[in-house]
């Protein structure tokens, strides 16, 4: 470092030193550039109804990027031939993936199933499993 820096740029030095120690797990904000899935999957836990689940994501590689769903890392229509559970068609808008996973209807038993989605592609594979929303039963968010 040299020590002849201009005064702005040791105070906006200071600054990110300030924040990072705050925020220490802060990273990089504006990852623009990562293939990621951007949607929570946190759906509630509705028993007996429809219930639909979006996963949200973009690729960086458009072209050749792909979403799917895995059951217990499954393929879904293998793991549930009748179709109770089942994966949409992918929607691509430009690098935007999202693909529907929809339980007609949610059983008790799918909440003790893992299910992930995921997007791969040539930068890599990437993960997100349900976690069901147990916290507030009552509450109408999606
Ligand atoms: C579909 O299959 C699952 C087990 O794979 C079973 O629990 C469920 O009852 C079946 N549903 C229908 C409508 O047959
Ligand atoms: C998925 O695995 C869990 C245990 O790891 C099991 O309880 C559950 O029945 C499995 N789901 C299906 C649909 O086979």
Not at 4 to 28: E, F, H, K, M, N
Request: some cysteine; proline content about 8%.
């Amino acid at each position: 470092m040299p020590p002849s820096a201009p005064d702005a740029r040791t105070l906006t030095g200071c600054l990110l030193l300030v924040l990072l120690s705050v925020s220490p797990s802060i990273q990089a904000p504006a990852a623009k550039e990562e293939s990621q899935i951007t949607s929570l999957l946190q759906p509630q836990p509705s028993i007996g109804q429809k219930v639909q689940v979006s996963c949200v994501g973009r690729t960086v590689h458009p072209e050749s990027g792909i979403m799917y769903w895995l059951a217990n890392g499954t393929f879904v229509d293998q793991l549930y031939p009748n179709g109770t559970v089942k994966e949409e068609a992918t929607e691509e808008k430009g690098s935007k993936l999202t693909r529907k996973l929809i339980f007609s209807p949610l059983m008790a038993q799918h909440l003790r199933t893992r299910f992930d989605c995921f997007i791969t592609d040539p930068s890599g594979v990437f993960q997100k499993t349900i976690q069901w929303d147990r916290s507030n039963p009552k509450s109408c968010k999606s």
